[in-house]
């Protein structure tokens, strides 16, 4: 036999024999506990960021240990490898953005059919998941009132810039749809162009850039439901409107990066509107403790709407407290709302 | 299946030269991952005592086959000296189409016809590609790149972003097994031989190879390289969309965004696993052995609750020292 066979049989044979050996002593000793929650974000991402910072408020208000845990990309295949590791070392409830809804069908499935409790957080899920919540910004709820507000500002006439992210997000059609509809109601405003496919900051701001270049002073409001189109817009129209004899463009975008925080307050732009990424991490991690205490879903599928708020120069620096009291009176209605009481 | 080269090469290891009569199973380098692989094995048994589960073994054991089918793609072009940047984009847009042909809503074709027809786009955009990088010379960098966009553009454009729901009686082939042992897992083993097999054992192997260790030469022995090269991105192309059909199953629905997060794996996979960079040099247990490396590097970042942030970089570093330590070792056998 060669020198390599031999080696190669030598480290298979103590390979076998240390892991058996191992498993043995594993087998007799209690393993240390682990948190029973995991809130999983995708990404490092100020919106994560600050779901996970829910989290943690709650198993500091709870006293329940909840593992939060970020993950590299938001792409399905990161999320379903990261979470079935997470599920090999035994966590027993998972919070997790559906990155892609119809993607995490096969996941809510898996993690199911080995006895996890699951909650979807910043999507809903396909429909058929088997997940029974999910906690989250009403997707077409917030377009819409988006749309109805850049209207509102446009004295419901002119011409609108819609900015789309990426296209291969699941959420990006349906607010399109619900923009498209708002602007059928009034003959007075057109979606002059629609742009798309964006995935970054830099991505978004060169083709706003260069949407606003090509149309001149025909553009009178841009309206942008993502947060890279955002933060992207706020900046550039920012710019835009601060200089002297500008048309002033009206703008209402989504979430709250403190740089279009910082051009509302200055009154360079009109409005964005918050989510409640605090309430997705702090609302998502107190079902799966009440589920982990033996409370039910009262139907097999429920959507707890998160909220969003409309932020603007008057409210810019209070709105904050409002998000807080909206997250604690819909944690206070859970128990009457989404769940039954466990059976004794 | 020991690393498969061209005798030519200059790039000898005296532990893969055989004695008389006598055949190694593995190669030097392939056992030194052989042994990297089992000492990770060990410290993650060591800290997490939920590693040495069955549940751990099937849920993990699925994604290490699928990183084979990625990192095959990419091998087999590494091999001729070539490389190929659209395998996740052919993995992606076979996905789309696979969706178009399954989901109840579209086409809704038994999943067995779907895969049939999904899978010709495999060769179909091997054939492509190579005749493109053969008959008008162009690089397969920049062929590949382009392409690359095109199959990307084309994804995002036909599904308009939506997934494709699967059939759950397709589901089997990804989340179904023999007991704790995954069919995924039975099929890459078998595919895996089957490599062995071609690049071992038949001439078009050896020509591959040959191919891959000096085009020149191969070319003025009468080998129409130029057909090597048409032949390894048709290859490439059956692996992608093989790991693309793997992953709509698995992950019971056909995103378009599958494939995105290809390309890097299927090079760190690959190169972990003993691929030429400059061709000629491919071993199918060696790339096994990457992707259990791979994953258990990922299984570890997560179990060892390492800060996530960072997780990147330590998973870049923990590849690179893996590749450096297999390297000084093959150094250090040269000189003895």
Redesign the interface.
Known sequence: MTRNNILLLTTLAVLAVVLTGIKIYQNHHTAAAVEPIVLYEPLPHPYCTAVGGGATAYSKDSGTPVRVVVGQESTMANLNQNIESLLTVGHKAFAFIPVDPAGAKGLFTRLKTAGRLTVAYGAQPAEGSETPFAVATDTKAAATLAAEKLCELMGHKGKILNVLESLTDANTPIRKAAIESVVAKYPDVEIIQTVGDVTTEQKAREKIESALVARGDEVDGVICTGYTTTVAAATLLADHNRQAGAKHIRFVGLDNDERVLAAIRAGDVDMTLAQNPFGHGYISCALLDLMLQGWKPKVDYQFVDAGCFPVTKENVDTYQAGIEAMTKTIVGELKTKYLEPPQK | MSNIQHPTSNIQHP?AE??FG???????RT?GL??FA?VL??IM??V??????T??FF??SR?IAFYVMVAMAQAICLAIGDMNLAVGAVGSIATVAFGLLVAPDHAHLSPWLAVGIVFLIGPATGLLHGLIITRLKIDAFIVTLSMMFVYMGLR?GI???????IPQSF?WL??GGFGWLPYMVVIVLLILCGVSVLYGRTKLGRWLIATGTNPMATHFSGINTKRMVIIAHALSGCFAVLAAIF?AS????A????G??WLIISFAVAIIGGTGLKGNLISPFGILMGAIIF?LI??AL??L?IN??Y??TL?GGLILLAIVVDRTRERFEKKQ
């Open positions: 532990l055989p004695r006598q055949t190694d199973w593995v190669t030097g056992l052989v042994m089992g094995t060990i048994a060591l997490s005592p939920n590693f040495l589960t549940e751990t849920s993990q994604y995002s599904s308009g972003g939506n997934a494709y729901s589901w990804g989340q992953w698995q992950s019971g629905n995103a378009p965004q599958t995105d997060d994953k990922q299984h997560v179990i609750k996530d942030n997780s990147n998973l």
